[in-house]
């Protein structure tokens, strides 16, 4: 990870959304365990560090069977829907997290903040919302971090190459014109030397 502990920063917009909740009296205590029971179980698998991404399908299986039996039980849709949301939070904080998944879990605790804004006019929720403003705020600096570090992590390793620890080799650009140096005339290209005739001293020799 880019940040220190960051990988928990995606937890806590959905723990103080349920701490809202909690507070505002609407819900009860079954109701609250229900809620707190996948995000508790998220913070077990990652605390662990399980790798719990090939078995997504059966987590969203049984995200779909939470769904249906809690309607089942005729507890109204309203209800229902946020139970719903804390257990898909729950499954998308276990499952491997990109930018994109984790805009999904500021989207999910958003939506669960916003329905217990709906059902209370207490003062105190005044404060819990500037507290999961700060989380989202630090979740959004995480997420518009995390890529611009590992940039930054790439150019030292390239740049610390070879053991010198030195920056890489720059690239010069002489113009655009490449400029070729003519290649050295070999033996074959050379023009063939003319030999000048030798004169011996005292002209031809004659016969006896």
Not at 43 to 63: K, N, P, Q, S
Not at 128 to 151: D, F, H, K, R, V
């Amino acid at each position: 990870m880019a940040v220190k502990g960051g990988r928990w920063i995606d937890h806590l917009p959905l723990w103080i959304a349920l701490g809202a909740a909690a507070s505002s009296g609407i819900y009860e205590l079954w109701e609250l365990a229900i809620m707190a029971l996948p995000l508790v179980a998220a913070i077990g698998v990652e605390g662990l560090r399980w790798d719990v991404g090939r078995h997504h399908r059966w987590l969203e299986i049984g995200a779909l069977l939470f769904f249906l039996g809690d309607l089942a039980l005729g507890r109204g849709l309203f209800p229902v829907a946020i139970h719903t949301l804390f257990v898909l939070a729950g499954v998308r904080l276990v499952l491997p997290k990109e930018p994109t998944q984790r805009r999904q879990l500021l989207l999910i605790g958003f939506l669960l903040f916003l329905t217990t804004a709906i059902g209370t006019t207490d003062i105190t929720f005044l404060v819990w919302t500037l507290i999961w403003c700060g989380a989202a705020t630090l979740a959004l600096l995480q997420m518009s971090w995390e890529p611009s570090a590992n940039l930054r992590r790439g150019a030292r390793s390239l740049g610390g190459g070879g053991g010198g620890g030195g920056a890489p080799p720059r690239a010069v650009w002489r113009g655009s014109v490449h400029h070729h140096a003519a290649p050295e005339p070999g033996p074959a290209s050379r023009p063939p030397s003319r030999r000048r005739p030798v004169l011996r001293q005292g002209g031809p020799r004659r016969s006896a």
